[in-house]
T-cell receptor
């Protein structure tokens, strides 16, 4: 079974704090993703990484950065947390697309972050 | 206009009913299509891929209409355990997916 784990299920931080969200996958997937999920807005892609040290911006990268130093680990960083970053954060991983075959994304359980 | 649009519901149906959800997408170059299921307070999981010819998996049937740019999911003989949010997902290029907002289904006894 593919396993994607996230460092915390629930997190409460104060405005201005630096926040690290960690994600680890055990299936040797090249691709890793960070999403946030908000009511009425669905899942929105923050950042994507297709290899170690590689990253691409998603739809809403502002206020976030990422780090991928090892293949199995992808970190999301909020440099200075703000209240509008209160959300559910979901990490996912997959093998890369091969030709027309898009490979399934496997999700972690999510981290519910509250910024006060 | 959102890239992937779904009726948020909720759809309230009795056990045993047949229910159908539609989803529209705006990018005519979209290549791959999926339905994911998300239970309350859980992560999304792949329910099924959607192929051009339509495909069936037990009580679930998915269809794609490229001309009208919509995909559908039909659930027959609904079970209580089918209660969840169903996410329409589209891959337009490369490795990224675009998710719809989800349709909530509640199956009642």
């Amino acid at each position: 079974d593919v396993k994607v784990t996230q460092s915390s299920r629930y997190l409460v931080k104060r405005t201005g704090e630096k926040v690290f969200l960690e994600c680890v996958q055990d299936m040797d997937h090249e691709n890793m993703f960070w999403y946030r999920q908000d009511p009425g807005l669905g899942l929105r892609l923050i950042y994507f990484s297709y290899d170690v040290k590689m990253k691409e911006k998603g739809d809403i990268p502002e206020g976030y950065s990422v780090s991928r130093e090892k293949k199995e680990r992808f970190s999301l960083i909020l440099e200075s947390a703000s209240t509008n970053q209160t959300s559910m954060y979901l990490c996912a991983s997959s093998f890369p697309t091969t030709g027309q075959l898009y490979n399934e994304q496997f999700f972690g359980p999510g981290t519910r972050l509250t910024v006060l | 206009r959102k890239e992937v649009e779904q009726d948020p519901g909720p759809f309230n149906v009795p056990e045993g009913a047949t229910v159908a959800f539609n989803c529209t997408y705006s990018n005519s170059a979209s290549q791959s299509f999926f339905w994911y299921r998300q239970d309350c307070r859980k992560e999304p999981k792949l329910l099924m891929s959607v192929y051009s010819s339509g495909n069936e998996d037990g009580r679930f049937t998915a269809q794609l209409n490229r001309a009208s740019q919509y995909i559908s999911l039909l659930i027959r003989d609904s079970k209580l355990s089918d209660s969840a949010t169903y996410l329409c997902v589209v891959n337009s290029a490369g490795n990224m997916l675009t998710f719809g907002g989800g349709t909530r289904l509640m199956v009642k006894p």
